[in-house]
């Protein structure tokens, strides 16, 4: 009863910032994302009689607390839907640095939920995945279905799912994602979600306009206009992160660098480079470009001072499983 799944993060297009049920994770507004193919979570998982309880390691380390509690009440969820209580190992591994805003829960508890439903043989159509996955993560019923996928909020689980709105190979858009220096964000996004809902004077605003900012964003994909997909993420990454400054205790994820990113790529803009920034909760910046663009965005963030990386993306598809295992 081994399996491994791979899936990808997605980059928030229109952002989920608020729940109005906790414990399943349901959204106050409905959200879009794109997968990105270069951020990826692999992991195996193995249900035996020989565990004695359930064991988890995340990028080599063998987890406790919080984390390790939030898989283990998701691995409940999975082992209930199977009517199995075998205990597990799950060993997993991101290609890229956890907690900096590149949404590690969601490519983590889509490949989580994939690896299971395959070691357990769980017969679970992709409706009824996402909707099993946003209880681990909101955010990672989007990485279930892969591409450029919209999540419907509803005060219904059963109606909280997401769907695919364009897969990888029909926009080709690309994102380079700029790595800057930073720590380990020290508000995660389950805490900050609370903080704006309680206190931030504009959520109510927020999410009076986010139902317009999702027709556009709709619109933008069935054109498959990649140019307009970025600028208007940008206009939804300033809206999101406007609330997040007004919360109390502020929600200041930026850090110096990420403003000097903002300023270069309004920069290139101004040299007529079509590239657009988009950041989700942490201090990295993703800069959504075409295939025209994408060498000059590139030469010009990875010269910025504090830039500790690049990332270049195109779009990312579904989860999928492989035989190769991690143990
Ligand atoms: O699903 P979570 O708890 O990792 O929250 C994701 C929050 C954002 O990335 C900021 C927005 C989004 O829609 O993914």
């Known amino acids: 009863?081994?399996?491994?799944?791979?899936?990808?993060?997605?980059?928030?297009?229109?952002?989920?910032?608020?729940?109005?049920?906790?414990?399943l994770k349901l959204p106050y507004n409905s959200s879009i994302s794109v997968c990105l193919d270069k951020l990826t979570t692999k992991t195996t998982i193995e249900f035996s009689k020989e565990n004695n309880q359930d064991e988890v390691f995340i990028n080599n380390e063998k987890v406790y607390g919080r984390k390790y509690e939030r898989v283990v009440n998701h691995l409940n969820l999975i082992r209930k839907k199977a009517n199995n209580k075998l205990k597990a190992k799950?060993?997993?591994?991101?290609?890229?640095?956890?907690?900096?805003?590149?949404?590690?829960?969601?490519?983590?508890?889509?490949?989580?939920?994939?690896a299971a439903r395959s070691a357990l043989g769980l017969d679970l159509g992709e409706k009824e995945m996402s909707i099993l996955s946003r209880q681990g993560s909101g955010s990672s019923c989007r990485?279930?279905?892969?591409?450029f996928s919209k999540w419907t909020a509803s005060d219904k689980s059963e109606e909280s799912y997401a769907i695919c709105l364009a897969k990888p190979e029909e926009i080709d858009m690309?994102?380079?994602?700029?790595?800057?220096?930073?720590?380990?964000?020290?508000?995660?996004?389950?805490?900050?979600?609370?903080?704006?809902?309680?206190?931030?004077?504009?959520?109510?605003?927020?999410?009076?306009?986010?139902?317009?900012?999702i027709k556009e964003m709709e619109q933008a994909i069935k054109n498959k206009d990649a140019c307009r997909i970025g600028e208007l993420a940008e206009k939804e990454t300033l809206n999101m992160h406007a609330c997040m400054l007004t919360s109390y205790p502020p929600l200041i994820y930026w850090t110096s660098e990420t403003i000097k990113v903002i300023k270069n790529?309004?920069?290139?803009?101004?040299?007529?480079?079509?590239?657009?920034?988009?950041?989700?909760a942490g201090s990295n910046v993703f800069i959504n470009t075409t295939k025209e663009f994408e060498k000059t965005v590139e030469e010009k963030i990875k010269n910025i001072s504090g830039v500790v990386g690049v990332i270049k993306c195109k779009v990312g598809g579904k989860p999928f499983t492989t035989k190769e295992h991690l143990f």
């Open 1 to 23: 009863m081994k399996s491994t799944a791979i899936a990808y993060a997605n980059q928030a297009l229109v952002k989920y910032w608020g729940k109005t049920n906790s414990l």
């Open 90 to 114: 799950v060993f997993s591994i991101n290609s890229f640095p956890a907690s900096t805003g590149l949404a590690s829960s969601a490519s983590g508890f889509a490949a989580l939920t994939v």
């Open 143 to 147: 990485s279930i279905t892969g591409g």
């Open 174 to 213: 690309r994102t380079i994602i700029a790595l800057v220096k930073s720590q380990e964000k020290k508000v995660g996004s389950t805490k900050g979600m609370e903080i704006t809902v309680n206190t931030c004077p504009f959520f109510k605003s927020r999410i009076n306009y986010v139902g317009k900012a």
């Open 265 to 280: 790529v309004l920069e290139l803009r101004e040299q007529g480079v079509k590239a657009y920034f988009s950041i989700d």
